[in-house]
């Protein structure tokens, strides 16, 4: 952070409050789960020694943190005092005590209250590089009639008492010596009168290949918050992934069909307790990282889809693929990087990488998936069957039971093709689906995997990138 006066400090200190709800300080750990060091330390008297750790783990199972520190922290620990740590998320600071210590790690308990940031709501927004666009101007540049200080910069996250933004170099050294700002649009939408704000901090974004140049985040706060229905408009409004289909074939009648089924598909979900924990978690992963809910969405179009090309339309198989698509990765949803892991190919690229328990989970997804679909009473037939299948491959390389192509059922093999498609959607901008088709053949070439792939090839001028 970068401090102007002691004013700033004062801002800063006063932006934050006390949680005490435990789904919420969960949270903070599980969105702070990706950095792999955290700031810990402890006081003695007067004194406070930081304490370097290398590596941590969460079990939210059994409410525990476990931090590996470097050789010299290690013998710096002082079991018996409390410890201190602050969170990547929301800035979050907690005081918590050492349960058990060993040489090299130390165990911690997830404390009963935190406190974080204020303008930063857990109920936010958070948006790819280049997704979302505002416009400000930094007030103390301000002329009459002049647009010189107005700048474009990205939306990182938002909520209706603050944001993140991502400023270029060129704007960074103007808006850090001029922290009071105006927006004079948000994602288009031009505000009827500026909305000022108060930039807080400054820190630099970590460089990412895809992205050209240096780049800062600017913590802003919202003097006056925005309305619920703005927010509301914002959740609504189409990503860019799902903005890049063109489905010619779907009618309005048919569109509205699939809606329907995806609402009634999370209604039930919703009044399961069992199965609604999966739509939290969903939702917690949101607010770090869109992939997750995109995916799923992306997955139910696809999917819906290739049924109606294959004539294989009816309610109860759209019910299947919708609830299928909804739950395959539920296993997976507390190591949100195991769903972007496809098949044991890619497993095996990363498997050093995970820990024991992490490799154990995602090969063993497949059957917790089935699992929880066969506790479940309203789940559509033959829906626990799929999420057994959806790694399975034509030619027996999957898991977990190995499977040929004849042993798969039809909407099971529909979704494993979906599936893959899915992901290609997900992961290249410039995606084809006559490139993706050709890539594919080899892999699906034998009996209702073949069928699939051929009426693709025929549909291919109906779904398209925009």
Same mark, same amino acid.
């Given at each position: 952070m970068f401090y102007d006066n002691g004013m700033l400090k004062d801002l800063i200190l006063n932006s934050y409050k006390k949680c005490i709800s435990f789904k919420e300080i969960l949270e903070a750990f599980v969105k702070s789960h990706h950095t792999e060091s955290l700031m810990v330390w402890q006081k003695h008297h007067d004194n406070?020694?930081?304490?370097?750790?290398?590596?941590?783990?969460l079990n939210h199972h059994n409410e525990r943190v476990v931090i590996f520190l470097d050789e010299k922290s290690a013998e710096a620990i002082d079991p018996k005092s409390p410890v201190y740590i602050k969170l990547p998320f929301r800035e979050a600071i907690l005081k918590t005590t050492i349960e058990a210590y060993s040489k090299g790690c130390f165990f911690?308990?997830?404390?009963?209250?935190?406190?974080?940031? %204020?303008?930063? %709501?857990s109920s936010r927004l958070i948006f790819e590089m280049g997704e979302r666009v505002a416009e400000l101007r930094a007030t103390q540049l301000m002329t009459k009639n002049d647009n010189s200080g107005n700048y474009k910069v990205f939306i990182k996250d938002i909520s209706k008492s603050g944001m993140a933004i991502l400023i270029p170099e060129s704007h960074y050294h103007i808006l850090k010596s001029n922290r009071q700002i105006e927006f004079l649009s948000i994602d288009g939408s031009v505000m009827l009168s500026p909305k000022p704000a108060q930039i807080v901090y400054f820190q630099k974004e970590k460089k990412d290949l895809n992205i050209k140049g240096t780049w800062y985040r600017a913590g802003v706060k919202l003097l006056r918050p925005l309305s619920d229905d703005f927010i509301e408009k914002l959740h609504k409004s189409e990503s860019q992934v799902l903005k890049s289909l063109t489905i010619d074939c779907f009618s309005e009648d048919f569109k509205n069909v699939v809606e329907k089924e995806v609402e009634t598909t999370l209604k039930k979900i919703k009044k399961n307790p069992a199965l609604s924990k999966y739509l939290d978690q969903i939702e917690i992963s949101r607010?770090?990282?869109?992939?997750? %809910?995109?995916?799923?969405?992306?997955?139910?179009?696809?999917?819906?889809?290739? @049924?109606?090309?294959?004539?294989?339309?009816?309610?109860?198989?759209?019910?299947?693929?919708?609830?299928?698509?909804?739950?395959?990765? @539920?296993?997976?949803?507390?190591?949100?990087?195991?769903?972007?892991?496809?098949?044991?190919?890619?497993?095996?690229?990363?498997?050093?990488?995970?820990?024991?328990?992490?490799?154990?989970?995602?090969?063993?997804?497949?059957?917790?998936?089935?699992?929880?679909?066969?506790?479940?009473?309203? @789940?559509?037939?033959?829906?626990?069957?799929?999420?057994?299948?959806?790694?399975?491959?034509?030619?027996?390389?999957?898991?977990?039971?190995?499977?040929?192509?004849?042993?798969?059922?039809?909407?099971?093999?529909?979704?494993?093709?979906?599936?893959?498609?899915?992901?290609?959607?997900?992961s290249k901008k410039d995606w084809s689906l006559e490139v993706w088709l050709?890539?594919?053949?080899?892999?699906?070439?034998?009996?209702?995997? @073949?069928?699939?792939?051929?009426?693709?090839?025929?549909?291919?001028?109906?779904?398209?990138?925009?």
């Open positions: 406070r020694s930081v304490l370097w750790a290398k590596t941590w783990e911690l308990k997830i404390p009963t209250e935190i406190f974080w940031r %204020e303008f930063r %709501e607010n770090e990282d869109l992939y997750i %809910e995109e995916h799923i969405k992306v997955l139910c179009i696809v999917c819906s889809f290739m @049924a109606r090309a294959m004539n294989w339309v009816t309610d109860l198989s759209l019910q299947k693929l919708i609830y299928v698509s909804y739950l395959h990765d @539920a296993p997976l949803l507390n190591v949100p990087k195991l769903t972007k892991i496809s098949n044991l190919r890619e497993f095996d690229k990363v498997k050093g990488k995970l820990t024991p328990d992490e490799q154990k989970l995602f090969l063993t997804s497949p059957e917790k998936a089935f699992a929880i679909a066969l506790a479940d009473d309203t @789940a559509p037939p033959d829906a626990p069957q799929m999420l057994l299948m959806q790694k399975e491959l034509p030619d027996g390389s999957g898991f977990p039971r190995r499977l040929s192509a004849q042993k798969i059922t039809p909407l099971a093999a529909i979704f494993i093709v979906g599936h893959d498609l899915t992901n290609e959607i997900m050709e890539k594919v053949k080899p892999t699906y070439k034998i009996g209702q995997f @073949a069928k699939i792939i051929e009426t693709l090839e025929n549909s291919k001028h109906l779904f398209k990138r925009r």
